[in-house]
């Protein structure tokens, strides 16, 4: 008989993996503590924007019309002790206020909360990214607190989502990796997982602390990459080379790729910025600073990038931003996505506001968060309006519909015809020919 499955914690990553369980064909429960999201779920909408995750929900949510009705959602933990056999918890870990550290109040909430229900044989899957060493800090903690004792299991099972693929990345994952401390375990999880294995999906199986370090190895490893090119960029504007070039060159090589090869304002939202620094603050409290240390270079390079945008912003528009209008398009940290969490793009318009721009920003799906988070910059409906009367244009979030614009049309409405790429990913040659003077970081000016 299949195991029944819950999700502790129904945001980004809960929904999604909620969502895709029901689609491999379990019986799922999800649980939030906000009585709201719940019943937004249990209406088969979504609080965030995730290309096909709302259609999925659909498809099994009960009590939606033509659904599966194999995915259920609670704000009651005993129920969910009661229900399920493995328990995933998804739930958030930010960054601690004023420090580098990952908050664990969430984590550790969730299983006070669950422990005390487990009364028979139940696995605990933790899938939220946590510093390496809480697994057997919360493995013991689990066999304390719960009836059933050691009955009831730890495993860490990372995830890997990118935002935009999430669905995807759940379905149809490139790895799947787990920590257990038992046989027992590891074959519920191979059973949990029984198709994306068939299809192929490799199956690591690792220890506590090594399936903790793999989340956040990949995510610093992706980090450096973003910054290495970053830093290529600073030195091709000194230099007069063309970063863009530079990266298509060394891309070729297989050893390096060409994938996070692209130099611009730099990585933001709610994963890359906060788990290198909680890693970073982790190796510390294990007395291993020195061997992450090159973490807060890559750190430094990846904000200064910010800074650089308004620089070069500055200097084309004559200057100063007193008097002048701005507009920018992109919100979110990154495209297919309404997550304005640590958006480098927002911060740079944020920054132009303060020294005195007028700033309209326009972004396909993050406008409202985006408003939630800086209520002082100026809204536009569309791109165009977003552009009316502007001094300049800065292209902060590679959206496809951005690549798609038409650069005459959008010059009709501006003030003067400037355009500043941060994402290097707009054709130049194009937009020089419509009469816009276009630069890129790290690029040569003309």
């Known amino acids: 008989m299949a195991p029944k499955i819950t999700v502790i914690g129904t945001g980004y990553l809960g929904a999604t993996h909620a969502a895709a369980m029901a689609e491999l064909g379990f019986e799922v429960l999800g649980l939030d503590i906000s009585r709201e999201k719940i019943e937004l779920l249990s209406a088969g909408r979504v609080p965030m924007y995730e290309p096909g995750l709302e259609e999925l929900l659909g498809k099994h949510v009960a009590g939606i019309e033509g659904s599966s009705g194999r995915l259920r959602f609670t704000t009651s933990y005993e129920e969910v002790a009661e229900f399920g056999d493995v328990h995933f918890v998804c739930v958030n870990t930010p960054q601690k206020h004023g420090e580098y550290a990952c908050d664990m ?18 696995l605990v899957v933790g899938k939220s990214t946590v510093p390496v060493g809480s697994a057997a800090r919360l493995a013991a903690r689990l066999a304390e607190a719960a009836p059933a004792g050691a009955d009831a ?58 399936a903790e370090l793999v989340k956040t190895s990949a995510n610093s490893f992706l980090a450096t990459k973003i910054s290495f090119i970053n830093a290529m960029a600073e030195v091709c ?32 939202g709610g994963c890359l910025p906060k788990d290198i620094r909680a890693f970073m603050a982790r190796a510390g409290e294990l007395g291993a600073s020195q061997a992450l240390m090159f973490l807060r270079e890559v750190d430094s390079i990846n904000m200064r990038r910010r ?91 590679e959206w496809k519909e951005f690549r798609e614009l038409d650069p005459a049309e959008l010059g009709e409405a501006v003030a003067e015809r400037r355009i500043l790429d941060g994402r290097n990913a707009l ?14 970081l790290g690029r040569p000016r003309a």
Do not use: C
């Not at 790895?175 to 068939?198: D, N």
């Not at 060159?249 to 130099?263: M, P, W």
């Open 105 to 122: 109040s969430y984590v550790d909430s969730a299983f006070e909360s669950l422990a005390p229900h487990l009364r028979r044989p139940a």
């Open 153 to 210: 299991e730890l495993a860490w099972n990372p995830e890997f989502l990118r935002e935009g693929f999430a669905v995807k990345d759940t379905l149809h994952p490139d790895r799947i990796v787990v920590g257990v401390a038992s046989e027992r375990a590891e074959k519920q999880l191979r059973e949990v997982y029984a198709k994306p294995l068939a299809e192929g999906s490799p199956f690591v199986v690792t220890d506590f602390p090594t």
């Open 237 to 268: 504007e000194a230099a007069d080379g063309d970063v863009v070039k530079l990266a298509e060159a060394i891309g070729h090589d297989e050893r390096i790729g060409k994938k996070f090869l692209r130099a611009g304002i730099g990585f933001g």
């Open 307 to 397: 800074g650089h945008m308004v620089e070069l912003t500055r200097e084309a528009v004559g200057g100063s931003f007193l008097g002048t209008r701005v507009a920018v398009l992109g919100a979110t940290f990154k495209p297919d996505s309404d997550d304005v969490r640590d958006s480098p793009a927002l911060n740079v318009a944020g920054q132009i506001h303060l020294q005195g721009g007028q700033v309209t920003v326009y972004d396909p799906k993050g406008m409202d968060n985006a408003r939630a988070l800086f209520p002082t910059l100026g809204y536009a409906p569309s791109a165009l309006e977003a552009v009316r009367g502007a001094d300049a244009v800065l292209h902060l979030t």
């Open 427 to 440: 054709d130049a040659d194009v937009w020089r020919e419509a009469g816009w003077v276009y630069r890129a």
